[in-house]
């Protein structure tokens, strides 16, 4: 199953298992080199779509901070360091599309990479092109499950190395 439009995709196998399963899988899987919980920036005006994705992310050892509108973000980013940044790209204040082209403006001195997955409840083509030209990793469409959070967590997130 896809759970993303055109390339690259979020893709889920036949064998996931159940939340609480995945979760305890993932624990032993996917951690920041410091050993700590995976910090993770959710931006996200909707309220139930906060809930849901954050309850989902910390079934999956992270740690969730969340911001309502894209202006918020920035703010965020420049208080703490992020392994994942999880963003629906229709945002009051400042769009995703637009924070998504401040944030790689950014790394450019820096040289560090924050993988970027834009969500969206709209099946766009063109919402999709939008969203890779400004330089997110992934795209992925609302409503998002467990198994997708789980995925993108794996393939997004940062790995142990011991």
Do not use: W
Request: net charge negative; hydrophobic share 40%.
């Amino acid at each position: 199953m896809s759970a993303a439009l055109g390339s690259p995709l979020i893709r889920l196998d036949s064998s996931t298992r159940t939340q609480d399963e995945e979760g305890s899988r993932m624990a032993d899987q996917v951690f920041p080199k410091t050993g700590g919980r995976i910090n993770i920036l959710l931006v996200e005006d909707d309220p139930v779509a906060q809930r849901i994705v954050t309850r989902s992310l910390e079934n999956v050892t992270c740690e969730v901070d969340i911001a309502g509108d894209g202006v918020e973000a920035i703010d965020k980013l420049l208080e703490k360091d992020f392994d994942l940044v999880l963003m629906d790209i229709r945002l009051p204040n400042l769009d995703g599309f637009e924070l998504i082209r401040h944030i790689r403006e950014k790394e450019e001195s820096t040289q560090k990479h924050l993988p970027i997955v834009a969500m969206t409840g709209s099946a766009l083509p063109t919402d999709y092109d939008r969203a890779m030209e400004a330089g997110a990793d992934t795209y992925i469409i609302k409503p998002v499950l467990p198994e997708m959070i789980t995925e993108i967590v794996r393939q997004h997130g940062p790995k142990r190395t011991s």
